[in-house]
């Protein structure tokens, strides 16, 4: 039986294959559990440097499986609840990865689809992508995926795709920041071959650290809070093995031990 989502390490990158091409990836309550776990594991892992996040088929993930969400509409309040915690707890597991994630982009990413790409640190598309946020159109709300989608292209932009669920394409998903790059499907996977090479130079506790900083610098007012919590925070990561072994290796010349 095949799983809802593949997990392949090489190199030391983990490669998460969302594993329901016959209905185009969508989530239902299994792939939600199987998710929530590969990334607290791979979180866990030191032999995994970074994460790439992809669908299998033709599509990266159309939201909803429609008999999932038929089993949600004779739930109660409390069923609900419970089963929207289940997919923010995932969506939070994803974006609280401390190792890099790449979401890789291809056919339809509608709904909680867009959450995912959203969560990622890095998102590359190939052109024929698609997008949505397809929830007004069924009455609902993209309530759980919000704050990563918010956050990945502005309030602005919310306001205008949540209010229409309009689609839209990969060049338009780039222009507002949903996507970082637009990659022909022929050499995707030297781009982000690429890009995790590039990822792989830096050090994983730096990257760790940067993604903390992000968090708890994005959105405050640069007040004395903000200044002296950065201030400690470099300081901090200055006195660290790696923070110290990374500027004896460049005033050295030599690799930092991370690239040996």
Known sequence: MDTP?????????????LNRPEIHNAFDET???ALTATFVSLDDNDEVRAVVL???????CAGADLNWMKRMAAFGKEENLADANALAAMLRALYALSKPTIARVSGAAYGGGVGLVAACDIAIAVPDATFALSEAKLGLIPATIGPYVIEAIGARQARRYFLTAERFDAAEARRIG???EVVAADTVDARIDAMVATLRAAGPGAQLECKALIRGVAHR?????VIDGTA???ASVRASPEGREGVAAFLGKRKPAWLE
Do not use: M, N, Y
């Open 221 to 225: 007012p640069i007040d004395d809070d």
């Open 31 to 33: 792939l939600i559990a």
């Open 54 to 60: 992809a669908g299998a088929g033709k599509s990266f």
């Open 178 to 180: 949903l996507v970082h």
């Open 5 to 17: 989502c593949d997990v392949t390490v090489r190199d030391r990158v983990a490669t998460v294959t």
């Open 232 to 234: 400690q925070h470099i």
